[in-house]
């Protein structure tokens, strides 16, 4: 299979547009680069142990449609997205600037629909003497035989394993058959980097966000981590959630999550034998607002 933009199977859509022609598929993207943001971010692991950060590229447009996407500014954008990079030498040069700062770590955001993009961004990097190493930051919307090819450039795999109930998948970010997609892609990223995994090098790192009213959705998906990839993973369980765009009209998300939500996943994440990886406090919804009308959207 071609990682190309001419006939277009990047992600599970298999859209099979062609994009250099200007053909629009899910993703509403053509050939173009577009990077709505590079940006310094400490991130919600301290992937490197450090306080050093990682160089965030954050890519515009998703191939998923979630209600309540913290990013929906550049996700799912309505107007021009300010300051986006449209070219590869204003790109790589904020990447270089921020590398320079003893940065070690390069993550794509939301990459899917971009990977012939982050690809030549990774060359002319290198090309620079430059070698840090990558972190792919995807929703797990992500097709099997593309992340196949992914894995000589891969050092990190941050996927946001999001439902394990396909129908509230359909309901909240516009998408069918999420589930049975997700644990694929995440089964082979776990085959890719399952002997790397260790205490200090988390190579797969699974996110899973946890929902207002949605606790039997994140109960299930732990049970799906467990059964179908492994307990010696990472698992971010994330409390951050906070209603934001079309979340903030939909009652049983128009809300924070409680402490009673939030410890009973925690009981099941311990219940289950996950003992690597990170929990937050329920008032860090406060701190993962991005803004990416600023240059950098988590300051």
């Not at 400490?42 to 998923?64: A, Q, R, T």
């Not at 891969?154 to 396909?166: C, E, M, N, S």
Request: glycine share 4%.
């Amino acid at each position: 299979m071609a990682i190309s933009f001419t006939n277009c199977t990047l992600c599970p859509h298999r859209c099979s547009v062609n994009r250099e022609q200007g053909e629009l598929g899910f993703c509403r993207l053509n050939a173009g680069l577009h990077i709505a943001n590079i940006s310094l971010h400490k991130g919600e692991e301290p992937i490197d142990g450090s306080e050093n950060g990682v160089c965030n590229v954050f890519f515009s447009h998703c191939n998923l449609r979630c209600v309540y996407c913290q990013n929906y500014q550049i996700s799912q954008p309505q107007t021009v997205i300010p300051n986006e990079v449209t070219d590869y030498e204003t790109a790589v040069g904020q990447i270089i600037s921020i590398l320079r700062k003893n940065v070690d770590f390069l993550g794509f955001v939301s990459p899917t629909s971009h990977i012939p993009h982050m690809l030549r961004i990774i060359e002319l990097v290198h090309e620079q003497g430059f070698f840090p190493k990558i972190i792919y930051n995807t929703n797990a919307y992500e097709m099997v035989e593309t992340l196949q090819q992914l894995e000589p450039v891969v050092d990190i795999y941050l996927p946001d394993f999001k439902y394990a109930d396909d129908e509230i998948g359909k309901q909240l970010s516009g998408i069918q058959n999420y589930s049975k997609i997700a644990i694929s892609a995440i089964k082979e990223m776990y085959r890719q980097k399952k002997s790397q995994i260790k205490d200090e090098n988390p190579a797969l790192i699974i996110r899973h966000l946890v929902l207002p009213n949605h606790v039997e959705n994140s109960l299930a998906t732990l049970k799906m981590i467990a059964k179908e990839c492994s307990t010696d993973v990472f698992v971010s369980l994330m409390s951050q959630y906070f209603p934001v765009y079309k979340a903030m009209g939909i009652k049983k998300i128009n809300r924070a999550i409680t402490t009673t939500e939030y410890n009973r996943v925690l009981d099941v994440l311990d219940e289950l034998g996950f003992e690597r990886g990170w929990t937050q406090l329920l008032e860090s919804n406060d701190y993962y607002q991005p803004d990416f009308t600023k240059e950098n959207p988590f300051e």
